[in-house]
C-alpha cells in the first residue's frame, strides 16, 4: 500500500510539474501579447498625435503665406518688375527663365533682371529660382554695381539656403565685399565657402582666391 501511495504522489507531482510547464510559457505569451498590444496602442496614439502637429503646421505656414505673402519675394531688389505675359509665357517656368536668361547673355540686363525677378514671384518654389536670383546679382555685378550685386547674392544664401546656386553667391559676394574695400569680410566668406562647401567648385575658387590676399 505503502508502495501503491508513493506511486499515486509521485504521478500527481508529475502531473502538476507538467501543468506548471504548459501553463507558464502560456502565461508568458499572453503576456507579450498584452505588452505589444499596448506598444501598437501607443505609437497609433503618437501618430495621430503627430499627424495632427504636422496638419497644424502646414495650416499655419499656408496662413502665413497669405498674410505676408511679399516677405517671401526677394524683389527687393528689382523695384519693377516684369508685366505679366500673355499666352503660355506666363505659366511655363521654363520659357519665362529662358527668356529671362537670353536677356541677359544678350546685354539687356535691367529686363533680364525685372524677367528673373517675375520668374521667383510666379514660381518661388522652383528649382530654378536660387539660380534666377543670383543672375539677378550677375546683372549688376557686369555693370560694376557691387553694392546692389552683393546684396542680390546674400539674397540667395537668405532666400534659398538650400539652392545649389548658394557656395557661387557666396564667392561672389566675397568679390564684391573686396570690390567694395572690405577685405575683412571678403576673407570671412571665402574661408566660410571652404568649412561649408568644401567639394564646390566654389570652394576651389575661394581657396586660390585666399592665396592672393
Given at each position: 500500500m505503502r508502495l501503491a501511495s508513493a506511486s499515486i504522489v509521485a504521478l500527481s507531482v508529475a502531473a502538476m510539474t507538467a501543468c506548471t510547464t504548459m501553463v507558464g510559457p502560456q502565461?508568458?505569451?499572453?503576456r507579450k501579447?498584452?505588452?505589444?498590444?499596448?506598444d501598437v496602442e501607443n505609437l497609433t496614439a503618437q501618430q495621430k498625435e503627430l499627424s495632427a502637429q504636422i496638419q497644424q503646421m502646414?495650416?499655419?505656414l499656408a496662413a502665413a503665406q497669405q498674410q505676408a505673402p511679399k516677405e517671401a519675394e526677394p524683389q527687393v531688389l528689382t523695384p519693377q518688375a516684369a508685366p505679366a505675359e500673355?499666352?503660355?509665357l506666363a505659366g511655363d517656368p521654363a520659357q519665362l527663365y529662358k527668356r529671362a536668361y537670353d536677356l541677359l547673355t544678350t546685354g539687356k540686363v535691367k529686363e533680364s533682371q525685372e524677367a528673373f525677378s517675375e520668374f521667383i514671384r510666379r514660381f518661388p518654389q522652383s528649382d530654378l529660382a536660387d539660380n534666377?536670383?543670383?543672375w539677378i546679382g550677375e546683372g549688376f555685378y557686369s555693370e560694376k554695381d557691387y553694392k546692389s550685386a552683393r546684396d542680390a547674392f546674400k539674397a540667395v544664401v537668405d532666400h534659398f539656403p538650400f539652392g545649389n546656386k548658394v557656395p557661387d553667391a557666396i564667392y561672389k559676394e566675397a568679390i564684391c565685399d573686396g570690390e567694395l574695400g572690405d577685405k575683412a569680410g571678403e576673407k570671412k566668406l571665402l574661408q566660410e565657402i571652404g568649412e561649408q562647401y568644401p567639394y564646390s567648385e566654389a570652394a576651389a575658387l575661394a581657396k586660390d582666391?585666399?592665396?592672393k590676399l
Open positions: 502565461d508568458d505569451l499572453a501579447v498584452d505588452y505589444l498590444r499596448t502646414k495650416d499655419s500673355s499666352g503660355d534666377a536670383q543670383y582666391l585666399l592665396k
